[in-house]
């Protein structure tokens, strides 16, 4: 997979895209093929506008979530080294690539767009390492040691994601900016980390807080 694939994607929403590997500030040891908000010479047309509005490029951006989720890993690589992790909702890749820069036995990134699955396989190979994809959740690898998954449970429909993580795994390590409370007491908070998405789209301030929670598997 090639930037230029990637470009074709990101075409798709915004006729001006395309990406750049860059390193985000969360995770410097982690180059990334991202937007690259230099071809935005002015603002968005509306028909731009409203076509990232329809169908955001989520892979395009690396968010904070995903960078402290990154980080932490590589900083205790004990937590993936030799195991079995599955990436939910793994956009860009980088929590995938991360854990198979730790040790990850079989690292895998989970996500139901294509694009997203497209910039992981891209984004491993520009890190030199393997990642395995996955498109439906059912479809997942068996006997998972670690779920990972940042910034899923936004839309309260997706609570019920905590308890299937917990079910599919002998551990779950979570980041989340937008939930101040999980709700689970399974899920234990570890640490709050402050970040900012890349490149950076000016979000609020208390987006930029990340919780990282660690939850054992219920089985």
Not at 18 to 44: H, K, T
């Amino acid at each position: 997979m090639t930037p230029e694939h990637l470009n074709q994607h990101l075409r798709k929403t915004l006729s001006r895209g395309q990406v750049a590997a860059s390193a985000p500030a969360g995770c410097p040891e982690l180059p990334l093929y991202l937007f690259d908000p230099s071809v935005l010479e002015g603002p968005l047309s509306h028909d731009e506008a409203q076509a990232v509005v329809a169908e955001p490029a989520y892979w395009s951006f690396c968010w904070a979530s995903g960078q402290v989720l990154a980080s932490w890993i590589l900083q205790h690589p004990e937590l993936v080294a030799g195991k079995t992790v599955l990436d939910f909702g793994s956009g860009s890749g980088v929590v995938a690539v991360a854990a198979a820069r730790a040790g990850a036995a079989r690292a895998t990134a989970c996500d139901i767009d294509p694009a997203a699955l497209d910039a992981a396989a891209a984004n491993a190979r520009l890190n030199g390492v393997q990642v395995e994809l996955c498109d439906d959740w059912a479809a997942r690898p068996e006997s998972l040691d670690l779920v990972t998954a940042a910034d899923v449970l936004y839309d309260p429909d997706n609570r019920p994601l905590l308890e299937a993580f917990r079910a599919a795994a002998r551990r779950v390590l979570l980041a989340d900016s937008r939930v101040r409370d999980l709700g689970n007491p399974a899920y234990q908070l570890q640490t709050v980390i402050e970040a900012r998405t890349w490149p950076d789209l000016n979000e609020f301030e208390e987006f930029n807080k990340v919780r990282i929670y660690l939850a054992e598997g219920a089985g």
